[in-house]
């Protein structure tokens, strides 16, 4: 198995402009989770799914954040519009259904300049 | 409010010796944890968890200890080897949500050769 995919692994920006973060999960997992990495707020769910359905988006920051599962194999993260704050490392992460151990994908550094 | 707390930022070894990674927590509900590794540029990745219904669990130079009335957790790497300098991550599932982990900052291993 691949683990899970991210795409890009880098993605530079200028403020205002919108940005697209993908995902694709292992095979067969039921759960698709969103995270967040900064200095300052370390690894913060922003979002998770399962079975393609947003089951808690409490921690995404704002409306300019937004997420769609459309299929079991595919997930977006999308800013629109991007603001140099959102400079993070972005992390898709899936699991099997009742276990308690994620499994991430190598982040996507943004950066918004 | 961190409800999972990670009160060192770094910690630094010698080759061979016992490392310890620190893990408090506040919120009661929690009932499994899991301690995550990463290296610069990869995903974190699982490494041990442990149920509340335990206070240690064992796997090979990896142990951890509960304990539950302290809210205290403990990772011990045993013997530490200069492949363990990674960021350590503790986390935290339960309070109604068996697929929601809480991060806390991470701790800095630094094992010297």
């Known amino acids: 198995d691949a683990g899970v995919i991210q795409s890009p692994r880098h993605e530079v920006t200028e403020m205002g402009q919108e940005v697209t973060l993908r995902c694709k999960p292992i095979?067969?997992?039921?759960?698709l989770f969103w995270y967040r990495q900064t200095m300052m707020r370390g690894l913060e769910l922003l979002i998770y799914f399962n079975n393609n359905v947003p089951i808690d988006d409490s921690g995404m920051p704002e409306d300019r954040f937004s997420a769609k599962m459309p299929n079991a194999s595919f997930s977006t993260l999308k800013i629109q519009p991007s603001e140099p704050r959102d400079s993070a490392v972005y992390f898709c992460a899936s699991s099997l259904l009742e276990k308690g151990e994620q499994f991430f994908g190598p982040g996507t550094r943004l950066t918004v300049l | 409010d961190q409800q999972v707390k990670q009160n060192s930022p770094s910690l630094s070894v010698q080759e061979g010796r016992i490392s310890i990674l620190n893990c408090d927590y506040t919120n009661s509900m929690f009932d499994y944890f899991l301690w995550y590794k990463k290296y610069p540029a990869e995903g974190p990745t699982f490494l041990i968890s442990?149920?509340?219904?335990?206070d240690k669990n064992e796997d090979g130079r990896f142990t951890v200890f509960l304990n539950k009335s302290a809210k205290h957790l403990s990772l011990h790497i045993v013997p530490s080897q200069p492949g363990d300098s990674a960021v350590y991550f503790c986390a935290a599932v339960g309070g109604g949500s068996n697929y929601k982990l809480t991060f806390g900052k991470g701790t800095l291993l630094t094992v010297n050769p």
């Open positions: 442990i149920s509340s219904i335990k």
């Open positions: 095979s067969g997992h039921d759960y």
